[in-house]
């Protein structure tokens, strides 16, 4: 039976939710690098990390983060003042890193012309984007919108330089996660289309004055580490069988803009080896231990969860505690820190005594 306080209640989360749905963004808003939703970010525990550093490490000038993911660890240590390297596998974050840390210069005025250009287009013509993603993962109009943008990126390649460019399409992506109608990842969209937010993209607020000795890369962080050195190395690998590269594929898809084929009820790129992690198969073990031998400077910080065999599927590690640790003391002494931390799963799994572990290793072999 519906009574009238049943249809109060109707009425005022149908309000709330057309408030939702049309709050207007700020004009003096700024995109900062936190403003996503990723799998494992680490932003919640930013000040975790820099306390054991802090505490525990000596002279820190240079840090790399090899697993950047978000690159929330790296805006961390280059707020500090740190010489900062950051890579990832992934081309859309490697976009991100040009972004916030590159040091190439760059004309703000024109940045912020064009974003608002985009921002006013209103495109009307059928594109990449929406033939196969429109009404699914995104309003057929956010859909066409930014199919119309990237492509306008793209024919601007000549007239802006590539950190312009990787700024414009990072922008991009930052507001495609805001409209996207997915749980803050691409491996499925959810069957009700109810993000209808209008796309808005934001001037990324950046501060070349911190960027003057970053690097930037987009390749394997194995391969990586035996070209760079840094005194604090911190890694965050992904542990379990969730590939990022799937994760992340239409966010990929849109920064590489090859305009690939897609497949399946996700959309998927049907090739998507060359964003395909060893750490995310039964090779993990393996890739960790060439990893850890080949690195280069004082002090090697390893972030790491005690899920083991807590979750269901996926979610559960292929490298074990034991086997870091082990593997860890091979080029020194090791200290473990933790802290309490709710974990993701997928599903309503409900999972006890959840923490993320530091292990800190000082290097003396």
């Not at 749905?21 to 996503?36: A, D, F, T």
């Not at 490697?94 to 974003?115: M, R, V």
């Not at 501060?207 to 962080?221: H, P, S, T, Y």
Request: aromatic share 10%.
């Amino acid at each position: 039976m519906w009574t009238e306080q049943h249809i109060e209640e109707i009425d005022s989360n149908i309000k709330r939710k057309e408030e939702q749905l049309s709050l207007p963004v700020e004009i003096n808003q700024r995109l900062q690098i936190k403003n996503r939703r990723y799998l494992g970010s680490k932003y919640k525990l930013l000040e975790f990390i820099w306390k054991v550093v802090e505490q525990n490490c000596e002279d820190i000038k240079s840090v790399a983060d090899i697993f950047g993911g978000t690159g929330v660890v790296a805006d961390r240590f280059n707020r500090a003042g740190k010489e900062i390297i950051v890579n990832d596998i992934l081309y859309s974050n490697y976009l991100a890193y040009l972004t916030w840390f590159s040091s190439e210069s760059i004309d703000q005025d024109k940045i912020e012309k064009l974003i608002s250009m985009f921002n006013n287009s209103e495109p009307q013509e059928e594109n990449y984007v929406s033939k196969n993603f429109g009404g699914t993962y995104f309003s057929e109009y956010n859909a066409m919108k930014i199919g119309y943008i990237r492509e306008q990126i793209e024919m601007l390649s000549e007239e802006i330089n590539y950190r312009e460019k990787a700024i414009l399409i990072t922008s991009l992506l930052y507001a495609m996660d805001k409209v996207a109608n997915t749980v803050g990842h691409y491996d499925a969209y959810r069957r009700k289309l109810d993000s209808l937010r209008e796309i808005k993209l934001l001037v990324p607020d950046v501060n070349d004055k911190l960027n003057r000795e970053n690097r930037v890369f987009n390749m394997d962080a194995n391969e990586l580490v035996r070209e760079i050195s840094a005194d604090l190395v911190y890694i965050d690998t992904p542990y379990n069988s969730r590939q990022y590269g799937d994760a992340y594929h239409l966010l990929e898809n849109i920064a590489e803009w090859q305009e690939p084929e897609v497949s399946g009820v996700a959309k998927k790129m049907i090739n998507r080896s060359h964003i395909k992690s060893d750490y995310c198969t039964m090779k993990a073990t393996k890739a960790f231990e060439d990893l850890i031998t080949n690195i280069n400077g004082k002090y090697i910080l390893v972030s790491y969860n005690n899920m083991a065999q807590k979750g269901v599927g996926r979610s559960n590690a292929k490298i074990s505690a034991e086997e870091i640790i082990e593997i860890l003391e091979t080029r020194g002494k090791v200290k473990t820190f933790d802290t309490d931390f709710q974990v993701y799963t997928t599903g309503k799994t409900k999972i006890e005594d959840h923490k993320e572990i530091l292990y800190l290793c000082e290097i003396s072999r």
